[in-house]
């Protein structure tokens, strides 16, 4: 299932309210994307990955897939803003549901559905002209990064080194490495991601290696170097791989200037 946009809860926010709405992140993309929307200060309460800037007065709730539903339910939030981009998101979602409260669950597999995720919460919370502009912004900045390859390179991005976990043909990154010109290395694989044997990885040819760890303090490519595969690898932070959400063109500009020297001369 994609594009999912699922409200439950006894009341849904309207941009008629006298207020700006009481809003909780449960995940870093959309804190992200509340915060391009400018609505970051509207945020009661965040999970504890979210870096967005301006979430400084949000009640932290623990990590993703363990947040505290009874510190979320005190804060009072009148729209809960959760993710199944993040695996196992979906048994958080179900506590929050249970607990009452409104919430709006959005599950993007590619750019075109994370562009429709930021027009979805800006309409939510009464920010859609905004939403248009930052949706609208990124679509064009994207399409500037497509570098000009004959043959495109074949680029795995891996998620997590052991064991070796990379994104496969339905994730974003498919989209995204599309844009500058590339291709997945694992487009033939069904799924968002898949747990790979180093003869698995070989097998899928790639000419670039993208270390982009999720929830990893420091980033450590000469791991991946370690396995003695001859393939350039490059460092990613996963805010701009892993989240589907405006942060995307700071990991298209990085894919970019990783694969420019790879465009013949």
């Known amino acids: 299932m994609t594009g999912l946009h699922v409200f439950c809860g006894p009341q849904r926010y309207t941009p008629r309210m006298l207020r700006p709405p009481r809003l909780a992140s449960l995940v870093a993309s959309n804190s992200d994307i509340l915060a391009a929307l400018g609505a970051a200060a509207w945020v009661v ?7 967005a800037p301006g979430l400084e007065g949000a009640v932290r709730l623990g990590p993703d897939l363990d947040i505290d539903v009874a510190a979320l339910s005190a804060a009072r939030p009148d729209l809960v803003l959760a993710s199944l981009s993040v695996p196992g998101q979906e048994r958080v979602v179900q506590r929050v549901r249970d607990a009452g409260l409104e919430v709006l669950v959005l599950d993007p597999i590619s750019v075109h559905d994370t562009l429709a995720d930021i027009r979805t919460i800006g309409h939510a919370v009464g920010l859609a002209d905004r939403a248009e502009e930052v949706a609208r912004t990124l679509d064009a900045e994207l399409d500037t990064l497509r570098l000009p390859f004959s043959a495109p390179p074949r680029v ?5 080194p052991r064991p070796i976990i990379a994104a496969t043909r339905e994730s974003w990154v498919t989209d995204l490495l599309e844009r500058v010109g590339a291709v997945n290395a694992l487009a033939d694989r069904a799924g968002r991601s898949a747990p790979l044997t180093l003869d698995e990885v070989r097998a899928a040819r790639p000419d670039v290696i993208v270390c982009s760890w999720c929830g990893a303090k420091r980033l450590r490519p000469e791991v991946i170097e370690a396995r003695g595969l001859g393939v350039p690898v490059v460092a990613i932070h996963e805010s701009g791989l892993g989240r589907p959400g405006p942060r995307l063109l700071e990991g298209a500009r990085h894919l970019h200037a990783a694969l420019e020297s790879l465009v013949p001369a």
């Open 45 to 51: 309460a965040a999970d504890s990955h979210s870096d």
């Open 156 to 160: 795995l991005v891996e998620w997590w």
